[in-house]
Protein backbone atom coordinates (compact mmCIF):
# COMPACT_ATOMS: atom_id res chain seq x y z
CA UNK A 1 0.00 0.00 0.00
CA UNK A 2 1.52 3.12 -1.02
CA UNK A 3 -1.51 5.88 -1.04
CA UNK A 4 -0.11 9.41 -2.37
CA UNK A 5 -1.52 11.28 0.96
CA UNK A 6 -1.36 10.06 4.41
CA UNK A 7 -1.29 11.06 7.95
CA UNK A 8 0.60 9.25 10.13
CA UNK A 9 0.28 9.87 14.00
CA UNK A 10 1.54 8.53 17.18
CA UNK A 11 2.06 10.13 20.83
CA UNK A 12 5.13 9.27 20.80
CA UNK A 13 7.57 12.01 20.30
CA UNK A 14 10.70 10.18 19.70
CA UNK A 15 8.90 7.60 17.04
CA UNK A 16 7.53 10.89 15.18
CA UNK A 17 10.77 12.29 15.36
CA UNK A 18 12.52 8.84 13.84
CA UNK A 19 9.95 9.14 11.05
CA UNK A 20 10.37 12.62 10.59
CA UNK A 21 14.28 12.46 10.05
CA UNK A 22 13.96 9.41 8.08
CA UNK A 23 11.75 11.17 5.48
CA UNK A 24 13.48 14.60 5.33
CA UNK A 25 17.17 13.63 6.44
CA UNK A 26 17.90 9.52 6.15
CA UNK A 27 21.49 9.96 4.16
CA UNK A 28 22.94 11.85 7.43
CA UNK A 29 21.13 9.48 9.81
CA UNK A 30 22.69 6.51 8.40
CA UNK A 31 26.04 7.53 8.01
CA UNK A 32 25.58 8.73 12.15
CA UNK A 33 23.74 4.94 12.80
CA UNK A 34 27.38 3.61 10.93
CA UNK A 35 29.08 4.71 14.13
CA UNK A 36 26.94 3.17 16.97
CA UNK A 37 28.58 0.53 18.50
CA UNK A 38 27.05 -2.86 19.86
CA UNK A 39 28.59 -2.21 23.69
CA UNK A 40 27.08 -2.24 27.15
CA UNK A 41 28.95 0.90 27.99
CA UNK A 42 27.64 2.93 24.81
CA UNK A 43 24.71 1.65 24.95
CA UNK A 44 23.80 2.91 28.81
CA UNK A 45 25.62 6.24 27.73
CA UNK A 46 23.05 6.54 24.64
CA UNK A 47 20.56 5.46 26.83
CA UNK A 48 20.61 8.32 29.33
CA UNK A 49 20.47 10.98 27.15
CA UNK A 50 17.82 13.49 27.43
CA UNK A 51 16.26 13.11 23.91
CA UNK A 52 14.76 16.74 23.90
CA UNK A 53 18.81 17.78 24.50
CA UNK A 54 19.49 16.35 21.42
CA UNK A 55 19.24 17.73 18.01
CA UNK A 56 16.43 15.46 16.04
CA UNK A 57 19.00 13.70 14.19
CA UNK A 58 20.88 12.22 17.43
CA UNK A 59 17.66 11.89 18.90
CA UNK A 60 15.92 9.58 15.39
CA UNK A 61 19.80 7.74 15.84
CA UNK A 62 18.95 7.24 19.18
CA UNK A 63 15.58 6.15 19.02
CA UNK A 64 16.59 3.26 16.38
CA UNK A 65 19.80 2.53 18.37
CA UNK A 66 18.14 1.40 21.11
CA UNK A 67 15.31 -0.71 19.55
CA UNK A 68 17.77 -2.61 17.87
CA UNK A 69 20.20 -3.12 20.55
CA UNK A 70 17.69 -3.15 23.50
CA UNK A 71 16.51 -6.36 25.47
CA UNK A 72 13.51 -7.92 22.96
CA UNK A 73 12.86 -4.28 21.27
CA UNK A 74 10.63 -3.56 24.13
CA UNK A 75 10.07 -0.12 24.54
CA UNK A 76 9.38 0.67 27.86
CA UNK A 77 9.44 4.10 29.98
CA UNK A 78 9.35 5.24 33.36
CA UNK A 79 7.08 7.62 34.74
CA UNK A 80 9.20 10.41 33.91
CA UNK A 81 9.37 9.02 30.51
CA UNK A 82 13.14 8.02 30.38
CA UNK A 83 13.42 4.63 28.85
CA UNK A 84 14.34 1.56 30.76
CA UNK A 85 14.85 -1.49 28.89
CA UNK A 86 17.90 -3.16 29.89
CA UNK A 87 21.11 -3.72 27.34
CA UNK A 88 20.13 -7.08 25.51
CA UNK A 89 23.83 -8.37 24.55
CA UNK A 90 23.08 -9.26 21.13
CA UNK A 91 25.60 -11.07 19.17
CA UNK A 92 25.24 -9.13 16.06
CA UNK A 93 22.46 -6.83 15.61
CA UNK A 94 21.57 -5.24 12.67
CA UNK A 95 21.68 -1.25 13.71
CA UNK A 96 22.21 0.19 10.33
CA UNK A 97 20.61 -1.02 7.84
CA UNK A 98 20.49 1.47 5.03
CA UNK A 99 18.27 0.35 2.31
CA UNK A 100 15.42 -0.92 4.37
CA UNK A 101 15.88 2.90 5.66
CA UNK A 102 15.98 4.62 2.13
CA UNK A 103 12.64 2.70 1.18
CA UNK A 104 11.10 4.11 4.27
CA UNK A 105 12.78 7.31 3.42
CA UNK A 106 10.82 7.06 -0.02
CA UNK A 107 7.58 6.07 1.01
CA UNK A 108 7.02 8.84 3.95
CA UNK A 109 8.17 11.25 0.81
CA UNK A 110 5.34 13.94 1.03
CA UNK A 111 3.37 12.26 4.05
CA UNK A 112 1.84 14.42 6.81
CA UNK A 113 3.43 13.05 10.22
CA UNK A 114 1.68 14.68 13.40
CA UNK A 115 2.69 13.60 16.92
CA UNK A 116 -0.61 14.18 18.88
CA UNK A 117 -3.72 12.09 20.27
CA UNK A 118 -5.41 9.92 17.82
CA UNK A 119 -8.49 11.72 18.62
CA UNK A 120 -7.43 14.69 17.69
CA UNK A 121 -5.77 14.21 14.76
CA UNK A 122 -8.85 12.10 13.44
CA UNK A 123 -10.68 14.67 14.34
CA UNK A 124 -8.96 16.96 11.84
CA UNK A 125 -7.61 14.72 9.28
CA UNK A 126 -10.38 12.26 8.89
CA UNK A 127 -12.98 12.50 5.92
CA UNK A 128 -15.22 10.57 3.61
CA UNK A 129 -13.49 7.87 1.79
CA UNK A 130 -10.40 7.58 3.82
CA UNK A 131 -8.89 4.50 4.70
CA UNK A 132 -7.78 4.21 8.54
CA UNK A 133 -5.46 1.73 10.36
CA UNK A 134 -5.72 2.00 14.43
CA UNK A 135 -3.48 -0.13 16.10
CA UNK A 136 -3.87 1.34 19.22
CA UNK A 137 -2.03 -0.35 22.74
CA UNK A 138 -3.68 -4.01 23.16
CA UNK A 139 -5.89 -4.94 26.01
CA UNK A 140 -3.60 -7.26 28.14
CA UNK A 141 -4.52 -10.86 27.73
CA UNK A 142 -3.23 -11.94 30.85
CA UNK A 143 -1.84 -10.00 33.99
CA UNK A 144 1.47 -10.39 33.41
CA UNK A 145 1.81 -9.17 29.94
CA UNK A 146 2.17 -5.51 29.79
CA UNK A 147 1.80 -4.41 26.20
CA UNK A 148 0.06 -1.03 27.28
CA UNK A 149 2.99 0.54 28.54
CA UNK A 150 4.41 2.14 25.17
CA UNK A 151 3.85 5.88 26.52
CA UNK A 152 3.90 7.31 29.79
CA UNK A 153 0.38 7.82 29.89
CA UNK A 154 -1.82 4.16 29.97
CA UNK A 155 -4.64 3.07 27.79
CA UNK A 156 -6.94 1.49 29.78
CA UNK A 157 -10.41 -0.18 29.31
CA UNK A 158 -12.02 3.44 29.38
CA UNK A 159 -9.69 4.46 26.31
CA UNK A 160 -10.59 1.11 24.73
CA UNK A 161 -14.32 2.28 24.91
CA UNK A 162 -13.93 6.40 23.56
CA UNK A 163 -11.82 4.16 20.70
CA UNK A 164 -14.74 2.22 19.83
CA UNK A 165 -17.06 5.13 19.87
CA UNK A 166 -15.03 7.19 17.30
CA UNK A 167 -14.77 3.88 15.50
CA UNK A 168 -18.45 4.43 15.00
CA UNK A 169 -17.90 7.77 14.27
CA UNK A 170 -15.77 7.09 11.21
CA UNK A 171 -17.67 5.02 10.30
CA UNK A 172 -21.05 7.73 10.38
CA UNK A 173 -18.58 9.77 8.11
CA UNK A 174 -17.96 7.30 5.85
CA UNK A 175 -14.70 5.71 6.34
CA UNK A 176 -13.46 2.59 6.05
CA UNK A 177 -11.44 1.19 9.28
CA UNK A 178 -8.75 -1.47 10.29
CA UNK A 179 -8.37 -1.87 14.02
CA UNK A 180 -6.15 -4.61 16.01
CA UNK A 181 -6.21 -6.04 19.25
CA UNK A 182 -5.83 -9.09 21.44
CA UNK A 183 -8.29 -11.82 21.60
CA UNK A 184 -10.13 -10.24 24.38
CA UNK A 185 -13.51 -10.79 25.47
CA UNK A 186 -13.77 -6.42 25.50
CA UNK A 187 -12.54 -6.16 22.18
CA UNK A 188 -15.70 -8.61 20.89
CA UNK A 189 -18.11 -7.01 23.22
CA UNK A 190 -17.10 -3.72 21.84
CA UNK A 191 -17.06 -4.33 17.89
CA UNK A 192 -19.69 -6.93 18.04
CA UNK A 193 -21.41 -5.02 15.03
CA UNK A 194 -18.05 -5.39 12.81
CA UNK A 195 -16.57 -8.41 11.16
CA UNK A 196 -13.76 -9.85 13.56
CA UNK A 197 -11.37 -12.09 12.44
CA UNK A 198 -9.13 -14.18 15.21
CA UNK A 199 -5.75 -15.36 14.01
CA UNK A 200 -2.80 -16.66 16.05
CA UNK A 201 0.13 -14.68 16.26
CA UNK A 202 3.89 -14.75 17.70
CA UNK A 203 4.97 -12.09 19.73
CA UNK A 204 8.33 -11.68 20.39
CA UNK A 205 7.67 -9.69 23.39
CA UNK A 206 7.57 -12.12 25.84
CA UNK A 207 10.79 -13.30 27.87
CA UNK A 208 9.26 -16.95 27.70
CA UNK A 209 9.33 -18.24 24.14
CA UNK A 210 6.75 -20.99 24.75
CA UNK A 211 4.39 -18.20 25.58
CA UNK A 212 5.03 -16.59 22.35
CA UNK A 213 2.29 -17.66 20.92
CA UNK A 214 -1.21 -15.50 21.43
CA UNK A 215 -3.91 -14.59 19.66
CA UNK A 216 -5.05 -10.97 18.07
CA UNK A 217 -8.36 -10.00 16.15
CA UNK A 218 -8.54 -7.66 13.14
CA UNK A 219 -11.99 -5.93 13.26
CA UNK A 220 -12.97 -4.64 10.19
CA UNK A 221 -15.09 -1.82 10.38
CA UNK A 222 -16.66 -0.36 6.72
CA UNK A 223 -18.42 2.89 6.24
CA UNK A 224 -21.93 2.89 6.60
CA UNK A 225 -23.83 3.13 3.11
CA UNK A 226 -26.77 4.92 3.47
CA UNK A 227 -25.11 8.36 4.12
CA UNK A 228 -26.10 11.19 2.70
CA UNK A 229 -23.42 14.15 2.85
CA UNK A 230 -24.39 17.61 4.06
CA UNK A 231 -23.12 20.66 2.99
CA UNK A 232 -21.68 21.78 6.42
CA UNK A 233 -23.87 25.06 7.45
CA UNK A 234 -22.14 28.10 8.38
CA UNK A 235 -22.76 29.00 12.12
CA UNK A 236 -25.18 32.44 12.26
CA UNK A 237 -22.39 33.58 14.66
CA UNK A 238 -19.31 32.86 12.64
CA UNK A 239 -18.52 36.42 11.43
CA UNK A 240 -18.51 37.60 14.93
CA UNK A 241 -15.27 35.04 15.49
CA UNK A 242 -12.73 36.95 13.66
CA UNK A 243 -9.90 37.63 15.19
CA UNK A 244 -9.72 41.55 15.01
CA UNK A 245 -6.85 43.43 14.93
CA UNK A 246 -6.42 47.76 14.76
CA UNK A 247 -4.85 47.16 10.76
CA UNK A 248 -5.46 50.33 8.85
CA UNK A 249 -7.89 49.86 6.15
CA UNK A 250 -9.80 47.40 7.72
CA UNK A 251 -13.05 47.40 6.88
CA UNK A 252 -14.68 45.13 9.80
CA UNK A 253 -16.85 47.72 10.45
CA UNK A 254 -18.32 47.66 6.84
CA UNK A 255 -19.09 44.09 6.05
CA UNK A 256 -22.43 44.49 6.86
CA UNK A 257 -22.36 47.11 4.48
CA UNK A 258 -20.33 45.38 1.92
CA UNK A 259 -22.42 42.24 2.61
CA UNK A 260 -25.85 44.35 1.53
CA UNK A 261 -24.33 45.81 -2.00
CA UNK A 262 -23.20 42.82 -2.99
CA UNK A 263 -26.40 40.58 -1.96
CA UNK A 264 -28.80 43.08 -3.10
CA UNK A 265 -27.32 42.59 -6.35
CA UNK A 266 -28.08 38.99 -6.19
CA UNK A 267 -32.13 39.33 -4.72
CA UNK A 268 -32.72 42.70 -6.73
CA UNK A 269 -31.04 42.30 -10.09
CA UNK A 270 -30.85 38.56 -10.22
CA UNK A 271 -26.73 39.20 -10.57
CA UNK A 272 -25.58 35.73 -8.79
CA UNK A 273 -22.22 34.81 -7.62
CA UNK A 274 -20.50 32.04 -6.56
CA UNK A 275 -16.41 32.94 -6.57
CA UNK A 276 -15.40 36.47 -5.09
CA UNK A 277 -11.77 37.75 -5.36
CA UNK A 278 -10.62 39.73 -2.42
CA UNK A 279 -7.90 41.89 -4.29
CA UNK A 280 -6.55 43.51 -1.16
CA UNK A 281 -7.51 41.19 1.41
CA UNK A 282 -5.88 43.34 4.40
CA UNK A 283 -6.98 41.89 7.68
CA UNK A 284 -8.90 39.24 5.57
CA UNK A 285 -12.15 40.58 7.32
CA UNK A 286 -13.88 40.64 4.09
CA UNK A 287 -12.77 37.68 2.53
CA UNK A 288 -13.79 36.18 5.82
CA UNK A 289 -17.02 37.62 5.73
CA UNK A 290 -18.00 35.85 2.10
CA UNK A 291 -16.64 32.79 3.24
CA UNK A 292 -19.22 32.55 5.93
CA UNK A 293 -21.38 33.90 3.15
CA UNK A 294 -21.21 30.41 1.89
CA UNK A 295 -19.14 32.07 -1.29
CA UNK A 296 -16.26 30.52 -2.12
CA UNK A 297 -13.38 33.06 -1.78
CA UNK A 298 -10.16 33.96 -3.34
CA UNK A 299 -8.04 36.39 -1.12
CA UNK A 300 -4.63 38.09 -2.32
CA UNK A 301 -2.76 40.39 -0.39
CA UNK A 302 1.13 40.98 -1.41
CA UNK A 303 2.08 41.48 1.97
CA UNK A 304 2.89 38.04 3.39
CA UNK A 305 1.43 38.31 7.03
CA UNK A 306 -2.02 39.71 5.52
CA UNK A 307 -2.24 37.03 3.33
CA UNK A 308 -0.90 34.24 6.01
CA UNK A 309 -4.53 35.24 8.24
CA UNK A 310 -6.28 34.31 4.99
CA UNK A 311 -4.83 31.08 4.56
CA UNK A 312 -5.33 30.18 8.29
CA UNK A 313 -8.62 30.81 8.60
CA UNK A 314 -10.25 31.89 4.71
CA UNK A 315 -8.00 28.95 2.88
CA UNK A 316 -8.48 26.24 6.08
CA UNK A 317 -12.09 24.95 6.25
CA UNK A 318 -10.65 22.41 9.36
CA UNK A 319 -7.07 22.33 10.50
CA UNK A 320 -6.80 23.99 14.31
CA UNK A 321 -3.46 24.29 16.41
CA UNK A 322 -3.84 21.11 18.90
CA UNK A 323 -2.95 21.35 23.09
CA UNK A 324 0.21 19.58 21.82
CA UNK A 325 1.65 21.67 19.31
CA UNK A 326 0.90 24.57 21.56
CA UNK A 327 2.91 23.40 23.84
CA UNK A 328 5.92 22.14 21.27
CA UNK A 329 6.28 25.89 20.33
CA UNK A 330 7.02 26.91 24.00
CA UNK A 331 9.67 24.84 24.22
CA UNK A 332 12.39 27.36 25.04
CA UNK A 333 16.05 27.72 22.99
CA UNK A 334 15.48 26.85 19.63
CA UNK A 335 16.10 30.50 18.26
CA UNK A 336 18.48 31.99 16.62
CA UNK A 337 18.52 35.17 18.38
CA UNK A 338 18.00 36.88 15.17
CA UNK A 339 15.26 38.99 16.57
CA UNK A 340 17.03 39.51 20.02
CA UNK A 341 19.64 41.01 17.90
CA UNK A 342 18.62 43.09 15.43
CA UNK A 343 15.20 44.53 17.39
CA UNK A 344 17.14 44.78 20.78
CA UNK A 345 15.48 47.88 22.67
CA UNK A 346 13.09 48.96 19.89
CA UNK A 347 9.91 47.58 20.49
CA UNK A 348 10.03 44.49 23.11
CA UNK A 349 11.57 43.81 25.82
CA UNK A 350 14.96 41.31 25.26
CA UNK A 351 12.59 38.26 27.10
CA UNK A 352 10.05 39.30 24.88
CA UNK A 353 12.18 38.83 22.07
CA UNK A 354 14.05 35.96 22.58
CA UNK A 355 10.26 34.31 23.28
CA UNK A 356 9.43 35.08 19.37
CA UNK A 357 12.87 34.37 18.14
CA UNK A 358 12.19 30.60 20.08
CA UNK A 359 8.48 30.42 18.60
CA UNK A 360 9.29 31.50 15.44
CA UNK A 361 11.88 29.21 14.79
CA UNK A 362 8.78 26.20 16.55
CA UNK A 363 6.51 27.35 14.07
CA UNK A 364 9.01 25.71 11.05
CA UNK A 365 8.87 22.64 12.63
CA UNK A 366 5.47 22.37 12.39
CA UNK A 367 4.10 19.92 9.38
CA UNK A 368 1.10 21.07 8.88
CA UNK A 369 1.09 24.40 6.35
CA UNK A 370 -2.18 25.36 8.07
CA UNK A 371 -1.06 25.00 11.30
CA UNK A 372 2.19 26.61 10.74
CA UNK A 373 -0.38 29.76 9.27
CA UNK A 374 -2.70 29.69 12.26
CA UNK A 375 0.60 29.64 14.86
CA UNK A 376 2.02 32.92 12.27
CA UNK A 377 -1.00 34.63 12.59
CA UNK A 378 -1.47 34.20 16.27
CA UNK A 379 2.06 35.56 16.96
CA UNK A 380 1.71 38.20 14.33
CA UNK A 381 -1.60 39.35 16.27
CA UNK A 382 0.40 39.27 19.56
CA UNK A 383 2.99 41.82 18.20
CA UNK A 384 0.27 44.12 17.04
CA UNK A 385 -1.78 44.04 20.68
CA UNK A 386 1.20 44.49 22.20
CA UNK A 387 2.29 47.15 20.75
CA UNK A 388 1.29 50.82 21.23
CA UNK A 389 -1.03 51.97 18.55
CA UNK A 390 -0.14 48.32 16.74
CA UNK A 391 2.63 50.09 14.34
CA UNK A 392 6.04 49.82 13.70
CA UNK A 393 7.35 53.33 12.43
CA UNK A 394 8.77 54.52 15.85
CA UNK A 395 10.67 52.58 18.27
CA UNK A 396 10.49 52.69 21.81
CA UNK A 397 7.04 53.04 24.03
CA UNK A 398 6.01 56.42 23.76
CA UNK A 399 2.10 56.13 22.94
CA UNK A 400 2.04 53.64 25.77
CA UNK A 401 -1.50 54.96 27.07
CA UNK A 402 -1.96 51.96 29.40
CA UNK A 403 -5.01 50.33 27.86
CA UNK A 404 -5.17 46.78 29.38
CA UNK A 405 -3.94 44.98 25.39
CA UNK A 406 -0.58 46.76 26.57
CA UNK A 407 -0.65 45.51 29.99
CA UNK A 408 -0.75 41.65 28.80
CA UNK A 409 2.54 39.54 28.34
CA UNK A 410 3.51 38.84 24.95
CA UNK A 411 3.32 34.94 25.55
CA UNK A 412 -0.38 35.88 27.34
CA UNK A 413 -1.52 37.84 23.71
CA UNK A 414 -0.12 34.54 21.67
CA UNK A 415 -2.06 32.01 24.09
CA UNK A 416 -5.02 34.45 23.38
CA UNK A 417 -4.65 34.66 19.82
CA UNK A 418 -4.72 31.09 18.82
CA UNK A 419 -7.42 30.17 20.45
CA UNK A 420 -9.34 32.96 18.89
CA UNK A 421 -7.65 31.79 15.57
CA UNK A 422 -8.76 28.24 16.54
CA UNK A 423 -12.26 28.94 17.56
CA UNK A 424 -12.54 30.87 14.17
CA UNK A 425 -11.76 28.21 11.50
CA UNK A 426 -14.94 26.74 9.96
CA UNK A 427 -15.81 25.09 6.75
CA UNK A 428 -18.10 26.52 4.35
CA UNK A 429 -17.61 23.43 2.31
CA UNK A 430 -16.06 25.46 -0.57
CA UNK A 431 -12.59 24.88 -1.44
CA UNK A 432 -11.16 29.26 -0.83
CA UNK A 433 -7.82 29.76 -2.22
CA UNK A 434 -5.02 32.65 -0.58
CA UNK A 435 -2.60 33.97 -2.52
CA UNK A 436 0.32 36.42 -1.77
CA UNK A 437 0.98 38.38 -4.77
CA UNK A 438 1.18 41.60 -6.41
CA UNK A 439 -2.40 42.51 -7.60
CA UNK A 440 -1.42 43.66 -10.55
CA UNK A 441 0.01 40.65 -12.08
CA UNK A 442 -2.37 38.37 -10.01
CA UNK A 443 -5.15 36.81 -12.74
CA UNK A 444 -8.29 35.10 -11.14
CA UNK A 445 -11.05 34.04 -12.58
CA UNK A 446 -14.04 35.22 -10.04
CA UNK A 447 -18.15 36.20 -10.26
CA UNK A 448 -17.03 39.48 -8.29
CA UNK A 449 -13.79 41.28 -7.75
CA UNK A 450 -14.28 43.17 -4.43
CA UNK A 451 -10.99 45.89 -4.64
CA UNK A 452 -10.09 47.92 -1.58
CA UNK A 453 -5.81 49.20 -2.39
CA UNK A 454 -4.68 51.41 0.06
CA UNK A 455 -6.21 54.96 0.04
CA UNK A 456 -4.34 57.58 -1.80
CA UNK A 457 -4.03 61.31 -0.25
CA UNK A 458 -1.34 63.59 -0.17
CA UNK A 459 -2.36 64.02 3.53
CA UNK A 460 -1.75 60.87 4.94
CA UNK A 461 0.33 57.58 5.12
CA UNK A 462 -0.54 55.19 3.36
CA UNK A 463 2.03 52.62 3.47
CA UNK A 464 1.81 49.16 4.52
CA UNK A 465 5.12 47.91 4.70
CA UNK A 466 6.47 50.90 6.66
CA UNK A 467 3.95 50.49 9.23
CA UNK A 468 3.36 46.60 9.41
CA UNK A 469 7.21 45.29 8.34
CA UNK A 470 8.32 44.39 11.95
CA UNK A 471 5.14 41.71 11.92
CA UNK A 472 5.53 41.07 8.17
CA UNK A 473 9.57 40.49 8.29
CA UNK A 474 8.01 37.85 11.49
CA UNK A 475 5.67 35.92 9.00
CA UNK A 476 8.90 35.50 6.34
CA UNK A 477 11.81 35.47 8.99
CA UNK A 478 13.08 38.68 7.39
CA UNK A 479 14.06 36.05 4.70
CA UNK A 480 13.75 37.97 0.66
CA UNK A 481 13.58 41.27 2.63
CA UNK A 482 16.44 44.00 2.36
CA UNK A 483 16.36 45.13 5.92
CA UNK A 484 17.35 48.81 5.59
CA UNK A 485 19.90 48.75 8.37
CA UNK A 486 20.93 52.49 8.39
CA UNK A 487 16.75 53.32 9.75
CA UNK A 488 16.28 53.46 13.51
CA UNK A 489 12.95 50.93 13.35
CA UNK A 490 14.93 48.80 11.11
CA UNK A 491 12.36 48.67 8.52
CA UNK A 492 13.27 46.92 5.25
CA UNK A 493 12.28 48.42 1.53
CA UNK A 494 8.76 48.64 1.14
CA UNK A 495 7.18 47.00 -1.70
CA UNK A 496 5.83 48.44 -4.58
CA UNK A 497 2.41 49.66 -5.54
CA UNK A 498 0.77 51.84 -8.08
CA UNK A 499 -1.07 53.36 -5.10
CA UNK A 500 1.15 55.47 -3.62
CA UNK A 501 0.47 57.99 -5.74
CA UNK A 502 -2.45 59.73 -7.37
CA UNK A 503 -1.41 58.97 -11.29
CA UNK A 504 -0.30 55.74 -10.39
CA UNK A 505 -3.44 54.96 -8.18
CA UNK A 506 -5.84 55.94 -11.08
CA UNK A 507 -4.22 53.83 -13.17
CA UNK A 508 -4.28 51.31 -11.37
CA UNK A 509 -7.80 50.97 -10.98
CA UNK A 510 -8.17 51.69 -14.42
CA UNK A 511 -5.96 48.51 -15.33
CA UNK A 512 -7.56 46.16 -12.72
CA UNK A 513 -11.15 47.43 -14.00
CA UNK A 514 -9.94 46.91 -17.42
CA UNK A 515 -8.74 42.97 -16.09
CA UNK A 516 -12.06 42.15 -14.22
CA UNK A 517 -14.42 44.05 -16.67
CA UNK A 518 -16.66 40.49 -17.10
CA UNK A 519 -16.60 40.07 -13.45
CA UNK A 520 -18.63 42.29 -11.20
CA UNK A 521 -17.12 45.08 -9.91
CA UNK A 522 -16.86 46.58 -5.96
CA UNK A 523 -14.86 48.95 -4.71
CA UNK A 524 -14.43 50.69 -1.28
CA UNK A 525 -12.83 54.42 -1.33
CA UNK A 526 -12.83 57.50 0.58
CA UNK A 527 -14.31 61.25 -0.05
CA UNK A 528 -10.93 62.19 1.29
CA UNK A 529 -8.08 59.94 -1.10
CA UNK A 530 -8.22 60.36 -5.45
CA UNK A 531 -8.94 58.96 -7.80
CA UNK A 532 -12.36 61.38 -6.53
CA UNK A 533 -15.78 60.27 -6.52
CA UNK A 534 -16.57 61.42 -9.98
CA UNK A 535 -13.27 59.92 -11.49
CA UNK A 536 -14.21 57.04 -9.80
CA UNK A 537 -17.43 56.78 -11.05
CA UNK A 538 -16.27 57.55 -14.94
CA UNK A 539 -13.53 55.28 -14.82
CA UNK A 540 -16.03 52.36 -13.77
CA UNK A 541 -18.85 53.34 -16.36
CA UNK A 542 -15.97 52.85 -19.13
CA UNK A 543 -15.91 49.39 -18.47
CA UNK A 544 -19.96 48.71 -17.00
CA UNK A 545 -23.02 49.84 -17.90
CA UNK A 546 -24.81 50.65 -14.33
CA UNK A 547 -22.50 52.02 -11.84
CA UNK A 548 -23.62 52.19 -8.31
CA UNK A 549 -22.37 54.84 -5.33
CA UNK A 550 -23.16 53.71 -1.37
CA UNK A 551 -22.37 56.18 0.79
CA UNK A 552 -21.35 55.03 4.32
CA UNK A 553 -20.79 57.46 7.79
CA UNK A 554 -17.51 55.75 8.62
CA UNK A 555 -15.93 56.70 11.60
CA UNK A 556 -11.93 55.48 11.20
CA UNK A 557 -10.67 54.05 14.20
CA UNK A 558 -7.28 56.31 13.63
CA UNK A 559 -5.21 57.83 11.42
CA UNK A 560 -6.71 57.94 8.31
CA UNK A 561 -5.25 61.26 8.23
CA UNK A 562 -1.56 62.14 9.25
CA UNK A 563 -1.87 64.81 11.26
CA UNK A 564 -4.83 63.55 13.03
CA UNK A 565 -3.94 60.41 14.04
CA UNK A 566 -5.66 58.62 17.28
CA UNK A 567 -8.54 61.28 16.56
CA UNK A 568 -11.77 58.91 17.00
CA UNK A 569 -14.39 61.96 15.73
CA UNK A 570 -12.49 61.93 12.48
CA UNK A 571 -14.72 61.78 10.20
CA UNK A 572 -14.85 60.52 6.15
CA UNK A 573 -17.50 59.65 3.64
CA UNK A 574 -16.72 55.98 3.43
CA UNK A 575 -17.98 54.72 -1.02
CA UNK A 576 -18.73 51.32 -2.05
CA UNK A 577 -18.94 51.68 -5.81
CA UNK A 578 -20.50 48.64 -7.69
CA UNK A 579 -20.17 48.23 -10.74
CA UNK A 580 -22.27 45.63 -13.15
C1 LIG B 1 -7.03 49.16 2.52
S1 LIG B 1 -6.05 47.72 2.84
C2 LIG B 1 -7.21 46.44 2.64
C3 LIG B 1 -8.07 46.30 3.85
C4 LIG B 1 -8.94 45.06 3.84
N1 LIG B 1 -10.02 45.15 2.91
C5 LIG B 1 -9.48 44.85 5.24
O1 LIG B 1 -10.70 44.90 5.43
O2 LIG B 1 -8.69 44.61 6.15
C6 LIG B 1 -5.03 47.61 1.46
C7 LIG B 1 -4.16 46.35 1.35
O3 LIG B 1 -3.57 46.33 0.05
C8 LIG B 1 -2.31 45.68 0.13
N2 LIG B 1 -1.61 46.06 -1.11
C9 LIG B 1 -1.16 47.27 -1.49
N3 LIG B 1 -0.67 47.22 -2.72
C10 LIG B 1 -0.80 45.94 -3.15
C11 LIG B 1 -0.48 45.27 -4.37
N4 LIG B 1 0.07 45.91 -5.39
N5 LIG B 1 -0.76 43.97 -4.46
C12 LIG B 1 -1.32 43.31 -3.43
N6 LIG B 1 -1.65 43.89 -2.27
C13 LIG B 1 -1.39 45.20 -2.13
C14 LIG B 1 -1.73 46.18 1.44
O4 LIG B 1 -0.78 45.29 1.95
C15 LIG B 1 -3.00 46.27 2.33
O5 LIG B 1 -3.14 45.12 3.10
Same mark, same amino acid.
Given at each position: M?P??????D???????L??V????????I????N?R??????Y?IRA????K????E?A? $???Y????C?NGL? $?????G?F??????Y?? +??I?DP /?T?MQ??N??Q???L????Y??V???YAS @?????F??????P?????????????FF????????A??V?R???????I??TNS??P?? &??L??D??IKV??????INS /?A?K????????L??Q?? &??????P?????Q?G?F?????M?SK??LI??? #???A &??L????????????DA?????V?????????K?V??N !??M???S???K??? @?? /??V??S?H?????????H??G???NT???L??T !?D??NFL?????????LDCPY?????????S?A?L??R?RG??T??????ND??????????Q???????L??DA??D?GK??????Q????LD??? !??VYI???Y?S +??S??E????YH?V????K? #????D?Q #???K??KF?????PF?N???????????FE??K????MV??S??????L @???TEL?R?F?N??E???? &????SFG????K?D??? /??V?E??F??Y
Amino acid at each position: MAPEKAVLSDTNPELINLYEVVRDNVNNLIEILKNYRNEKEFYYFIRAQSPEKLSKLERAA $RTIYLNKTCYNGLY $RVNKQGGFNVPFANYKN +PTICDP /NTLMQASNVLQGKILVCDDYLEVLKQYAS @EGDFIFLDPPYIPVSKYSDFKRYTKDFFDNDDHRELAEEVARLCEIGCNIILTNSNHPLV &HELYKDYDIKVYQTKRYINS /NAEKRIGEDVIVLAKQKK &HIKIVKPKVPENQIGKFPGTRYMGSKQNLINAI #WDVA &HTLEIEKNIKFETVLDAFSGSSVVSYMFKAKGKTVYSN !DFMSFSSNVAKAIV @EN /NKVRLSNHDVDSLLVKGHGTGFIANTFKGLYFT !DDENNFLDDVRARIDLLDCPYKKALAIAALSRACLKRRPRGIFTYVGNRYNDGRKDLQKSLHQHFLESIELYNDAVFDNGKKNITYNQDTMSLDVNC !DLVYIDPPYYS +PLSDNEYTRRYHFVEGLSKY #WKDVDIQ #WGTKTKKFKKYETPFGNRVGAYEGFEKLFEKYKDSILMVSYSSNAFPTL @EEMTELLRKFKNNVEVHQI &HYRYSFGNQGHKVDDNN /NQVQEYIFAGY
